[in-house]
Nanobody, 123 residues
Framework: QVQLVESGGGLVQPGGSLRVSCLAS????????MGWYRQVPGKERELVAV???????HYADSVKARFTISRDGAKNTVHLQMNSLKPEDTAVYYC?????????????????WGQGTQVTVSS
């Protein structure tokens, strides 16, 4: 059983900064890609940033140079540092991980999602 738990969302003024984090708990064996997505009502969930096992990163054009994704493999954690926030960054942010998990002999690889954390950018 694997669970992803996000933390760090909240309300921030335009131009401010916020950091969201996500911890994977349970019988994880290998964590491949770790990523952040976001969704606003009436729109599809969109990729914000992803980091692979080697530390390679990819960002949506809308957040490049403002957001930084990082991972701590030893702690099964991924962070998203968000700077120079804009009102259009307001969304529910979801953590996403590609994980092989389970006891030895019956491991399986699946994609897991967190429950989401609200980020609101408003004055």
């Amino acid at each position: 059983q694997v669970q992803l738990v996000e933390s760090g969302g909240g309300l921030v003024q335009p131009g401010g900064s916020l950091r969201v984090s996500c911890l994977a708990s349970g019988s994880t064996f290998i964590i491949f890609d770790m990523g952040w997505y976001r969704q606003v009502p009436g729109k599809e969930r969109e990729l914000v940033a992803v980091v692979d096992r080697l530390g390679g990163t990819h960002y949506a054009d809308s957040v490049k140079a403002r957001f930084t994704i990082s991972r701590d493999g030893a702690k099964n954690t991924v962070h998203l540092q968000m700077n120079s926030l804009k009102p259009e960054d307001t969304a529910v942010y979801y953590c996403n991980m590609d994980i092989t998990a389970g006891p030895s002999g019956s491991r399986a690889r699946n994609v897991y999602w967190g429950q989401g954390t609200q980020v609101t950018v408003s004055s």
